[in-house]
């Protein structure tokens, strides 16, 4: 079992810039694929970035390449989604997941833990 809980969600004028964090318990963090998604009222739940278990790896939406970083830190047990230029179209709740097996994916089926999310709102 693991346990995520995100941070760092708040208020932000566009173009301005946030940082998430998620913070794992339980298993070995380092043995997990990590995963930020979002979901806007009336959507879908939407892949925005990913990470393998090293962090060598990542990949992102293309919605959201080029201004949105995705980084985690083993020895800390926390993953990080720094978003910077954000829009109002960035608005949602953002959460973090975790799957086994360490590669990136990108489907939210194919992750098998939640954290209960962090709200996100930009402004125009």
């Known amino acids: 079992q693991v346990q995520l809980v995100e941070s760092g969600g708040g208020l932000v004028q566009a173009g301005g810039s946030l940082r998430l964090s998620c913070a794992a318990s339980g298993r070995t963090f380092s043995g997990y694929a990590m995963g930020w998604f979002r979901q806007a009222p009336g959507k879908e739940r939407e892949f925005v970035a990913a990470?393998?278990?090293?962090?060598?790896?990542?990949y992102y939406a293309d919605s959201v390449k080029g201004r949105f970083t995705i980084s985690r830190d083993n020895a800390k047990n926390t993953v990080y989604l720094q978003m910077n230029s954000l829009k109002p179209e960035d608005t949602a709740v953002y959460y973090c997941?975790?799957?086994?097996?360490?590669?990136?994916?990108?489907?939210?089926?194919?992750?098998?833990?939640w954290g209960q999310g962090t709200q996100v709102t930009v402004s125009s």
């Open positions: 990470i393998n278990w090293s962090g060598g790896t990542t």
């Open positions: 997941a975790a799957r086994g097996g360490g590669g990136v994916r990108i489907f939210p089926r194919e992750y098998d833990y």
